[in-house]
């Protein structure tokens, strides 16, 4: 071969020839996993490998899941119609009223007319049933079937936060009332008000009352239901609801103890929704003697405030509904013609221009001549309490049994001593008023005597038929003394400032029971807390929620006209309503000699709890030099945490120091040192001088 017949050529490989379609296919199922994971029209959930795990997860796990939804839903129905066949709404009602004696008649005849009804539903199904497959063949039961487990399973279908439900990541936390009872003993553990290793016991299962539901427990030994009370916004949180969503009561009387809980749990806001009107606007006239309609607590049971034998203390901050309160309280006793009232205004403005008509006595004004009328109409009423004791003495037994008035005398117009009410708007006005005069030849001021023929009234009064009503919206320890404030029957407190007013007007420690109306909410209008001196619908609690009535100024008028008319009727509008403003004169001594020395200047009162600590230490105060907290706490039976709080916002902080134990060897304890308790007080009552000086 000849040198130009050799072509040059480039390298030689060793290799393969292959088919080059899976090349081909492989790339154009990257291109398709590509746009699947970048498309917008592809949902987020479906662009993922654990989406499609996830999904055949679910596919393999669904008829487990609908045939426990289906076994629930048949639960909840047959728990349903248990309750239906068994007339338990009508049963409920009926122990509501009192009158289930009276209705069992009614209940065993609507019982037996239930199971009628379901025996005749039984049998009209299963003929049709039996038409159908006769007519359809075998379809016609699979197609019933198949709607009775789809409708089943809907019924039973959990939500999140049921028992059995495990999320992956933390979601809300919901509650399902239907009710699992460890769902319960969970919530109790969580917000620790039971140990890990303790239960509950299950004394009334959960059942629907009213627009929530009830359970009632009882607590293991030595947990008691006070503490559960105390913590009841932990409780609330533990079972995922808004703490006004959460009545806790304590069981108590014949069927209950000291560990017995009852709980109810409203679907929603019990106190949102329109104004409630006041049923007194439905009547011709009012028994003074009964208990007025004052609100509604959060199960919707009508709260009736007793008024003759107690008196009424209203506090709040403005605009919270303290005046529209106190005219519930006082529309009771104007609806009854025989009851005498004195209004006294300390606002001065319109809201109690409607009551001049049937008031006996009535003083709108916050002027020195206004606030000196006001005090010579209760040294009137002073003496006129002195006299009505002097005639009741007089009485027969049969009239007067036990010394005390009774509707038939204060009805008597020839005894003259009917049912007599002092209401007082804006009492502050008149507590403060700093004019100094000299009463029984002591120097004091215009308010503190004020402050004396009020305690006078609330104490001697009510079984002379006096009704003393104070509302004001400056609930302090300097507006209402505690000498008053302490005599005082009924107290409801809607919304204040802080824990301390709180207590000032429902009551010393009150806060530590679980009751502190700084924790109302500001779109709650009207509603408070009711300490009632008296049985009411909540006759076994220390305290109640309760949405008042609303009663705006046109039926507020409605009212007092209605007052007047029947007061013209039975002949007995005197006073200022009849243009009689003519004071019974009194002589000053013997209305002096009746209130006591205490007009003179008192010493100030002491802010709680140091008022308390200084009453049970006494003349220990001056001997001892450390007083341990757990003596203190439980002489005056107080949550530590929060005396604590309390004593070092008045200046005493706590210490630790080597007492002599039982054995008498010495061991470390946290306590006050009395000589800090001795300060805390000599400073109080220096500013408080220094204030009332200044003012």
């Not at 809300?172 to 008000?193: E, G, H, N």
Request: glycine share 10%; charged share 25%.
């Amino acid at each position: 071969m000849s040198p130009r017949d050799v072509v040059p050529t480039g390298p030689v490989y060793d290799a393969e020839l292959v088919e080059d379609v899976p090349a081909i296919a492989g790339r154009r199922r990257g291109r398709f996993m590509n746009w699947w994971r970048r498309s917008r029209r592809v949902p987020e959930a479906f662009r993922s490998r654990q989406a499609a795990r996830d999904a055949v997860a679910w596919l393999l796990r669904s008829p487990f899941r609908v045939m426990g939804a289906v076994g629930r839903g048949l639960v909840v129905g047959l728990r349903a119609w248990r309750r239906w066949v068994r007339v338990t709404d009508y049963r409920e009602a009926a122990e509501n009223a009192e009158k289930l004696a009276d209705k069992f008649v009614e209940i065993r005849a609507l019982t037996l007319f239930r199971w009628k009804v379901t025996g005749a539903a039984l049998m009209v199904a299963s003929v049709g049933l039996l038409v159908a497959d006769l007519v359809y063949g075998a379809a016609a039961l699979w197609i019933t079937g198949g709607v009775a487990a789809v409708v089943l399973a809907v019924a039973g279908r959990r939500k999140d936060g049921s028992p059995g439900r495990k999320a992956v990541l933390a979601g809300p936390r919901t509650l399902t009332w239907t009710m699992d009872p460890q769902v319960l003993v969970d919530a109790f553990r969580d917000a620790k008000l039971i140990g890990k290793d303790e239960s509950l016991r299950l004394v009334e299962r959960a059942s629907r009352v009213g627009d929530g539901w009830s359970i009632t427990v009882d607590l293991p030994a030595t947990r008691k239901a006070d503490d559960v009370i105390k913590h009841r916004d932990a409780l609330a949180s533990a079972l995922a609801v808004d703490e006004v969503q959460l009545i806790v009561e304590r069981v108590r009387g014949r069927g209950g103890h000291a560990g017995r809980v009852f709980l109810w749990v409203a679907d929603e806001d019990p106190y949102a929704g329109p104004p409630l009107r006041t049923p007194l606007l439905d009547v011709e006239c009012w028994d003074a003697w009964r208990p007025v309609p004052f609100g509604r607590d959060a199960r919707n049971r009508r709260i009736d405030l007793p008024l003759v034998w107690t008196s009424l203390l209203v506090g709040a901050i403005p605009r919270q509904g303290k005046t529209f309160a106190t005219r519930l309280a006082t529309a009771g006793l104007i609806l009854d013609p025989y009851t005498q009232l004195y209004v006294f205004d300390g606002k001065g403005g319109k809201d109690w221009d409607a009551a001049e008509q049937v008031a006996y006595r009535f003083v709108c004004g916050d002027e020195v001549e206004h606030i000196e009328a006001v005090r010579d109409h209760l040294i009137e009423l002073v003496a006129e309490v002195q006299s009505r004791y002097a005639r009741m003495a007089t009485l027969d037994d049969e009239t007067c049994p036990e010394s005390k008035i009774t509707p038939g005398i204060s009805r008597d117009s020839n005894l003259g001593m009917p049912i007599t009410a002092v209401i007082i708007d804006e009492v502050q006005v008149f507590l403060e008023n700093p004019t100094r005069q000299e009463v029984g030849g002591k120097k004091t001021t215009l308010g503190a005597y004020i402050a004396e023929l009020l305690a006078y009234l609330v104490r001697k009064g009510p079984a002379a038929g006096i009704v003393v009503i104070l509302a004001t919206q400056r609930p302090d320890s300097n507006t209402i003394p505690s000498r008053l404030r302490a005599v005082l029957g009924s107290r409801f407190a809607l919304r204040v400032m802080d824990w301390r007013d709180s207590n000032i007007v429902l009551g010393e420690q009150m806060n530590t029971r679980g009751y502190d109306a700084s924790t109302l909410l500001p779109s709650h209008k009207g509603v408070g807390i009711l300490r009632p001196d008296g049985e009411t619908a909540g006759a076994d609690v220390l305290a109640v929620t309760v949405r008042t009535f609303y009663m705006p100024n046109p039926e507020w008028r409605e009212i007092c006209a209605r007052g007047r008319a029947l007061r013209e009727t039975a002949g007995t509008l005197t006073g200022h309503a009849a243009g009689d403003d003519t004071t019974t004169a009194v002589d000053p001594s013997a209305v002096v000699k009746a209130i006591g020395s205490g007009t003179e200047e008192d010493s100030p009162d002491l802010p709680e709890p140091l008022a308390s600590v200084v009453e049970y230490l006494g003349d220990d105060l001056g001997n001892r030099e450390f007083v341990p907290t757990a003596e203190l706490v439980e002489a005056l039976d107080v949550e530590p945490g929060a005396f604590a709080q309390q004593m070092g916002e008045l200046g005493c902080r706590p210490t630790r120091q080597y007492v002599p134990g039982d054995d008498g060897t010495p061991r470390r304890v946290r306590g006050y040192v009395t000589a800090d308790i001795r300060t805390a007080v000599d400073d109080f009552g220096s500013t408080d001088l220094t204030d009332g000086g200044s003012s």
